[in-house]
Structures are given as structure tokens and as C-alpha cells.
């Protein structure tokens, strides 16, 4: 008899699970396919399939051809999604201070020093959530309360102060009354901050990885694995409740000595005995919370290596408790009647600011001296500023922080005082010296920025000279066409811009810490505004004082504005909103660790969405998976990769395009995408390959090379425009890719077939069961009972 008919084997399953980059898009674009399905999710973050897909792991089939079924995961609406989000614009200070943090270069063997930093960042944060409430009752408490109401011609060109006016001399015409009415501002602004630090903390640090067979999670005999594979990287929910209780209190503390201590000091001249002892009480009893609040911020940091699930209930509940009752206490304090108090000049405590920005100053000087040790250890030729990059960023963010308070004080100090520079009129009304001189060193570090600005432009118009053979010869035959040939050149030219960002970085850092240190010493040695300092003096002098104190002040207000504007411009236009939110893409990637009222970490959300699909998947199915990630998506899918248990490492395959994985990420942050950690996770994928262009500002090469029989991660550059002129297959001319449509590219499809067929091979599907009708086994096998929606 003839041998019988060997069964038609069934392949196994395959799966291309496509995250996107900055900017975000729509399931229907990246699947190219108008008719999508949510298959998990929500409508914040959900993974879609085409509609013909839904069911493809109960037909098997469908994988003849060895191709994949595309699944899109999109995660866009985490960072701008409704239009609320866009007033985390006005967080922008918090969430550059958070990237310093992560910004540490590598250490080995270094715990101290590494502890140290943290410490140093995280009073930073601190410091800025001191600043942002000094100018809340800078702006309620100082200029409006004290000076403004204080004043018969201010109240009586604004006559809602009325009812405060000193010259009327009604029951809440006393300063300390006056004082403690207008706390109400800044109390209400500390308690936003933690209700939406509060809400996003239950909505994405409480997202927990996959843990079932993770190795190396740093338990005695194992491996430790890098620090974006660690079991509690991605979980920070008891640290940022921590700090959340920390902050709070400060900020309440700080409203407390703004209204209590001018209280306090008014007593100690006048009152008697028993009230100016209530008045040393009172400030005993704040500088002990204050001291309470920074042990806690410098107490305990972040815990990596394993998943914490404990909270300091005492410390999230009644730190932030005694705090507010402390404030009650300064309030009532301060209500208690005094007939002849009078308000004049600022606010007693003004001081304040000075303080802080001496104190942020010395901060990032050590911050400077640890980050200079630990890099000097371990020294890398790629790492930005030669470590400094957390240091030069945590001076930035000072340096928004303190525009965005001192715009604010400038702005209402402009407009309670009438056509006059703040702090120049007759009977002024006028912000701290302090905030005027900080204003007043805007247009010379606007001005200094003029030379590397022209340096640029020059430099790379002559790049793109240089580039034009060089263009010509990679498309060898091609008829050479001037204008094509300069325009590709330059956009080579302006891509390489990217690769600057760190020289002006450091350059815009260093001008601030010189021009904000020499702002306090001007202002402490003149104890006046720049434009009266230097009256007397030589006429171009005195002119250009004046003209630098009336311009900062317009521009720092300006600033100001412009944040609120483009916030408000947001909130109501989608587009604009998704403008900032690719702000956001890059600046929120990283867990809060140093600041909790910075805008929410949507990778902690993100991450473990993607690593419990492709383990759940594989699991299920025992079939083959590439994780296709594009720009900022890129980054997401090496930090899922990195979280996965080995098992399901070896059916993992990693393509990234557009990635700034080593462009970016590992310059900047050395110690979490540095050679060390990339080579790592090199090692561990079973196969990984990098697509990228010379026209592309943001993505570029891995720079890994072949490893242990594995092939270099790393394509030669594409082609792009793919085709330099016409050519029958390319009638019209092939625009400039640059950063997008790397799937457009015919070797996208090519490398993306060799991954999966250099993985395992994938276990044969079961053959199809027919669908039992109300039966608990007939929902969708592939996506599980529990995790599939319509959408």
C-alpha cells in the first residue's frame, strides 16, 4: 500500500506588537487599517488589533505564510490625553529636577556616593516646592495683603480691597488679619498639588510588573540584573508617598512662617511677655517640622531590587496632619488682635528667597563634586559633560523655578503698582530686591546665548556644504541635482543638531549659577532695586541698569505668561495639547524619585502593560514575538524587554527604528542605558536590530557590536530619501523621512522576517475546538475572558 499522506503540519504563531513614539497616533495609522479592535486596555492605554485578526490564534492558518499578526499598543492618551493635562505644563520645574535624579553616571561599588546624589536631588525638588509656595504668598501675603492693601492709593484704584484697606479701618484692616484671609491662596495651591500628585499616584504607580519567574531580583544566589530589569524599578508607590507627605508639609509650613513669623516679630518690639513667648513657641514649633520634613525626604530612597509593597502610614498621614495644624495655629496666631500694627515696606521675611536660592546654589555645587567622583570612576567618552549632566539639569530646573515665580511676582507687582518698573515709583509696590535682580540678568544671559546661537547656524550651513559630495556619491549612477543634493546635505546638517544639545546645556547652566550668584550678592550689598543701585554712576551704566531691570521684568513676566497661554491654548486644542504632550514623552519616561508633584511617570503604567501582554501571550500560545518600537516606543519596549523572566526572553525578538536609545538615553542617563546596561540587554535578547538614519534629529545607532555569535545590533544607515530622483518604480520624487515612516522602507519588512526566523521555533497552535454557545470556555482563547473589549 502507498504510504499514507503525511498531516499538514500547522505553524506556529507569530506576533508583531508595534508600540509607537513621540507625539503619539491612532491604532488604525500604525495597523494601517481603518477597522481596529481593542482587544485590552482602556481608553488611557490599550493594545488594538486589525478586525480580521481578532480571532488569528483559532486560525491557524493564518500563519502559513509565516508572517505576523500585527498588534498596536497605544499609550498616547498618558501623557496628552484630556485637557487637563495640559496645566502640567505649569509642573515643568518638578519634572526637570525628577531627570537629574536619573541623570547619575555609572557606579560600581559606590553606595555612598550614590546615595549621596540622590539625597542632593532630591533636596533640590525640595527646594522648589519651597520656592513655588514662597511666590503663592509672595504674590496673596507680600504684594497684595501687606503692600497693597496697606496703601490707601492702591486700594482705592482696586476697590475689592476695600474691605482690607488699613485706611478704612474696619475689622479685618489689621495686617496680621489681612495676612491670615489671604493665606487662603497658597493653602489651596499646596493642597492642589497633592491631591493631583494623590490621584495619579493610585492611577500609575500602583501598576504591578510581572514577577511570577523573574531572575535575578537581587535575593542571596542570584544575579543581579540591571536596574530596569529590577522587580521594583517601575513600582515607586512607597517612596512618591513619602515624598508626597514631605512636600505637602513644606509647603504648609511655608505658608505657616510666612503669616506666623511676621506675627511673631512684630511681638517680640511691642506685645508682652506672654504673647512674644507664643510667638517663639510657634517658630520652635515650625523650624522642628521643617527639620522633620527633610529627614524624611533624606531618610530612604528608591528600593530597586525588590517589589515594596509597605507604606509609612505614619508618616503619609500625619506629617502632612501636623502640618496643617500648625498652619491653623500661625493663622489664629496671627488674627489675634493688634490696633497698632501697621504695614509698611514688604513683608517682614523677605529675606526668604535669598535663602533659597543660596541654599539651591549649594546644592548643586556638591551635587557637582559627587556627580565629578562617580564619573571619574568610571569615565565614558559618550557621557554628556563629563557627568555633570544631572547637576547642569537640576540648575536648570532652579532656574525655571525661579522664572516661573519671580514672572508671577513681577507681573502682579506691575500691575497693583500702576505704569512703574516694580520697585521704582513713588510709594512703591514691589516684589524682594532679590526677584528684580534676578530678573534684571535675563537679557544678558539672552545676549550671551547670541554667540553659540550664531556659532550653530554658521557651523552647520558649512556641514551641509561639506555633505553634498558626500550625498552624490551614496547614490552612485543617479544623475547629481543641485538642489536635491542641498536639500538632503541640510538635513543631515540640522539632525546633527541634536548631538550639540549638551554644549549648550552646560553653557546655559553654568551663565545661570554665575549670573543668579551674582543677582544675590547685588542684591544684598545695594538692599535696593538695579535700576537705584547704580543711580549716580557713570550715565551708560546707570542706563543700562535701568533698561536691564524694565526689560527682565517684562520678560520674565512675559515668560510667564507665555506658560499660562500656551497651557490654556492646550486645554481647548487637541493638536497643541499633543504638542506638549510629546514635552511630556520624553520628561515624565522616568518614575518620580525625586519630586512627587512632578507630571506622573507613564512607563510605570506603560512597562508592565507591555510586559504582561508579551508573557501572557507567549505563555499561551508558545509562539514567536517581535516587539516593534519606534522612537520614544523604542524605549518603552527595552524597558518591557528588560523586565521579562529569561523563558520568555528567548521567544522575544527586539526591533527598534528611530531609537534614541543610545543617541539620548544613553548619554544623558549613562547609568540605565549606558554601554554597561545596552550590552547587558544585547546579551540577554536572543536577537535585537537597530534601523536608523543620518537624516533623523532624534533616533541613531546602538553602537553594539557582535557579541557571543550574535550579529552587530546595529543596520547600516538607510537610504533617504530611498531613491535620489524619478525612476520608474518612483515617478514623483521620494520625500526626506527624517524621524517617521521607517515602515515605509523596504528593509523595515526584510529585517523584521529574519528576527522571527532567527528565534525558536514556535509550538504548533491546537487545531480549532468549535465555539460552545454560553459555555464559560467560548470566549476568545488568544486574548483571554477577562482582558478583551470592543472598541
Known amino acids: 500500500m502507498p504510504p499514507a499522506t503525511p498531516e499538514p503540519t500547522r505553524p506556529g504563531a507569530a506576533l508583531e506588537l508595534l508600540v509607537h513614539g513621540v507625539g503619539g ?95 542632593l536631588v532630591r533636596l533640590v525638588a525640595l527646594s522648589l516646592t519651597v520656592l513655588l509656595t514662597a511666590a503663592a504668598c509672595e504674590v496673596a501675603l507680600d504684594l497684595t495683603a501687606w503692600q497693597c492693601a496697606g496703601s490707601a492709593r492702591c486700594t482705592q484704584e482696586r476697590s475689592w480691597l476695600g474691605f482690607m484697606s488699613a485706611a478704612e479701618g474696619g475689622w479685618w484692616s489689621q495686617p496680621g488679619r489681612r495676612l491670615a484671609l489671604a493665606a487662603v491662596v497658597p493653602t489651596a495651591l499646596v493642597g492642589l498639588l497633592w491631591y493631583l500628585s494623590n490621584r495619579t499616584w493610585s492611577a500609575y504607580e500602583a501598576q504591578r510588573p510581572p514577577r511570577g519567574a523573574l531572575d535575578g531580583d537581587g535575593t542571596p544566589g542570584r544575579r543581579l540584573r540591571p536596574a530596569l530589569g529590577r522587580p521594583g524599578f517601575w513600582y515607586g508607590r512607597r517612596l512618591v508617598a513619602r515624598l508626597r507627605a514631605a512636600h505637602t508639609a513644606a509647603g504648609f509650613l511655608t505658608v505657616a512662617a510666612a503669616v506666623g513669623g511676621a506675627a511673631a516679630r512684630y511681638d517680640r518690639n511691642t506685645a508682652g511677655a506672654a504673647r512674644e ?85 549649594a546644592l548643586v555645587l556638591a551635587l557637582a563634586v559627587v556627580a565629578l567622583r562617580l564619573h571619574r570612576r568610571a569615565p565614558h567618552a559618550r557621557t554628556v559633560l563629563y557627568g555633570l549632566g544631572g547637576p547642569a539639569v537640576a540648575m536648570l530646573a532652579c532656574a525655571l523655578g525661579g522664572v516661573m515665580s519671580g514672572g508671577v511676582a513681577q507681573r502682579v507687582a506691575d500691575w497693583l503698582d500702576g505704569p512703574a518698573t516694580p520697585g521704582t515709583g513713588e510709594d512703591p509696590i514691589g516684589p524682594p530686591v532679590l526677584l528684580s535682580w534676578q530678573a534684571s540678568v535675563i537679557p544678558v544671559l539672552l545676549v550671551l546665548l547670541l554667540v553659540p546661537t550664531v556659532v550653530l547656524a554658521v557651523r552647520t550651513a558649512l556641514t551641509a556644504r561639506r555633505l553634498a559630495p558626500v550625498v552624490e556619491a551614496e547614490y552612485e549612477g543617479e544623475k547629481p541635482d543641485a538642489v536635491r543634493t542641498r536639500r538632503i546635505a541640510g538635513t543631515r546638517a540640522r539632525a546633527a543638531l541634536t548631538d550639540a544639545a549638551p554644549a549648550i546645556v552646560g553653557l546655559v547652566s553654568g551663565a545661570t549659577l554665575l549670573l543668579g550668584a551674582g543677582a544675590l550678592v547685588g542684591a544684598w550689598v545695594s538692599e535696593t532695586v538695579p535700576g537705584r543701585a547704580f543711580t549716580g554712576r557713570h550715565p551708560f551704566v546707570e542706563s543700562a541698569a535701568e533698561t536691564a531691570q524694565a526689560l527682565g521684568s517684562w520678560l520674565i513676566g512675559f515668560g510667564f505668561i507665555l506658560f499660562v497661554t500656551w497651557g490654556r491654548r492646550a486645554y481647548k486644542d487637541a493638536s497643541a495639547r499633543r504638542t506638549i504632550g510629546i514635552l511630556w514623552d520624553v520628561g515624565t519616561f522616568w518614575p518620580r524619585a525625586a519630586h512627587p508633584f512632578a507630571p506622573p511617570c507613564y512607563a510605570e503604567r506603560a512597562v508592565p502593560d507591555l510586559a504582561w501582554r508579551m508573557s501572557s501571550w507567549t505563555s499561551r500560545t508558545g509562539g514567536r514575538l517581535v516587539i516593534s518600537g519606534h522612537s520614544q516606543g523604542s524605549v518603552l519596549a527595552a524597558a518591557a524587554v528588560w523586565q521579562l523572566p529569561a523563558g520568555t526572553r528567548r521567544r522575544v525578538a527586539l526591533l527598534t527604528y528611530g531609537s534614541p536609545l543610545e543617541r539620548l538615553y544613553g548619554r544623558w542617563f549613562p547609568a540605565y542605558f549606558g554601554p554597561g546596561p545596552l550590552g547587558a540587554l544585547h546579551r540577554e535578547l536572543h536577537c535585537w536590530r537597530n534601523l536608523w538614519r543620518r537624516t533623523d534629529p532624534i533616533g541613531g545607532p546602538v553602537n553594539l557590536p557582535a557579541e557571543g555569535g550574535k550579529p552587530e545590533v546595529d543596520h547600516r544607515a538607510l537610504r533617504d530619501p530611498v531613491v535620489y530622483g524619478r525612476t520608474h518604480e518612483h515617478p514623483l520624487p521620494e520625500p526626506i523621512l527624517g524621524h517617521g515612516d521607517y515602515q515605509a522602507d523596504p528593509v523595515f519588512a526584510k529585517e523584521r522576517t529574519v528576527l522571527l526566523d532567527r528565534l525558536p521555533p514556535a509550538l504548533p497552535l491546537p487545531a480549532p475546538v468549535p465555539e460552545q454557545r454560553g459555555g464559560a470556555g467560548s470566549s476568545d482563547e488568544a486574548q483571554g475572558s477577562s482582558g478583551r473589549s470592543s472598541g
Open 277 to 361: 513667648a507664643l510667638g517663639w513657641v510657634l517658630e520652635a514649633a515650625l523650624f522642628a517640622g521643617a527639620l522633620v520634613v527633610i529627614w524624611v525626604v533624606c531618610r530612604r530612597g528608591r528600593s530597586e531590587k525588590r517589589l515594596d509593597n509597605k507604606l509609612d502610614r505614619a508618616v503619609v498621614s500625619w506629617l502632612p496632619g501636623t502640618s496643617i495644624a500648625l498652619l491653623v495655629l500661625a493663622v489664629l496666631y496671627a488674627a489675634s488682635s493688634r490696633p497698632g500694627w501697621r504695614s509698611a515696606g514688604t513683608l517682614p521675611g523677605d529675606t526668604t528667597f535669598s535663602v533659597i536660592v543660596l541654599s539651591q546654589g
Open 25 to 119: 497616533t491612532t491604532p488604525e495609522l500604525m495597523l494601517d487599517d481603518p477597522r481596529t479592535v481593542r482587544v485590552t486596555g482602556d481608553k488611557t492605554a490599550a493594545i488594538y488589533r486589525r478586525t480580521v485578526d481578532q480571532h488569528a490564534e483559532k486560525e491557524p492558518e493564518r500563519f502559513a505564510d509565516g508572517r505576523p499578526v500585527p498588534e498596536a499598543y497605544c499609550w498616547c492618551n498618558l501623557t496628552s490625553g484630556n485637557g487637563s493635562r495640559a496645566l502640567w505644563l505649569l509642573l515643568l520645574p518638578f519634572m526637570v529636577a525628577n531627570l537629574a535624579h536619573w541623570m547619575r553616571p555609572p557606579a560600581e561599588r559606590q553606595a555612598a556616593s550614590v546615595r549621596l546624589y540622590g539625597v
